[in-house]
């Protein structure tokens, strides 16, 4: 079993920056791909951005494209996404995900409790 704690959540200004955080307890990362999912009001949870369990594959959504960057550093168990250039449609609840499998599916096995994040125009 794994626990998942986001962190870095806030309002911040269109054309802004925040990183989340993902400290994860009870197992080591390195053991699951891991990934961020957001929800926004009114929406479906969304994949946003998920690397591998290696580290070798990432992949985004192409709305994040070129914008975020997800990064793993299993030596502080602790995942991350910058985020750069953020749009008022980015405003959502953001989680973090950790999946057994190679790469992040659409239903991991683990999640956080999700940190929210608005960005005003």
């Known amino acids: 079993q794994v626990q998942l704690v986001e962190s870095g959540g806030g309002l911040v200004q269109a054309g802004g920056s925040l990183r989340l955080s993902c400290a994860a307890s009870g197992r080591t990362i390195s053991s699951y791909a891991m990934g961020w999912f957001r929800q926004a009001p009114g929406k479906e949870r969304e994949f946003v951005a998920g690397?591998?369990?290696?580290?070798?594959?990432?992949y985004y959504v192409d709305s994040v494209r070129g914008r975020f960057t997800i990064s793993r550093d299993n030596a502080k168990n602790t995942v991350y996404l910058q985020m750069n250039s953020l749009k008022p449609e980015d405003t959502a609840v953001y989680y973090c995900?950790?999946?057994?499998?190679?790469?992040?599916?659409?239903?991991?096995?683990?999640w956080g409790q999700g940190t929210q994040v608005t960005v005003s125009s």
């Open positions: 690397v591998s369990r290696s580290g070798g594959s990432i």
């Open positions: 995900a950790g999946d057994q499998a190679r790469m992040i599916s659409t239903r991991p096995d683990y």
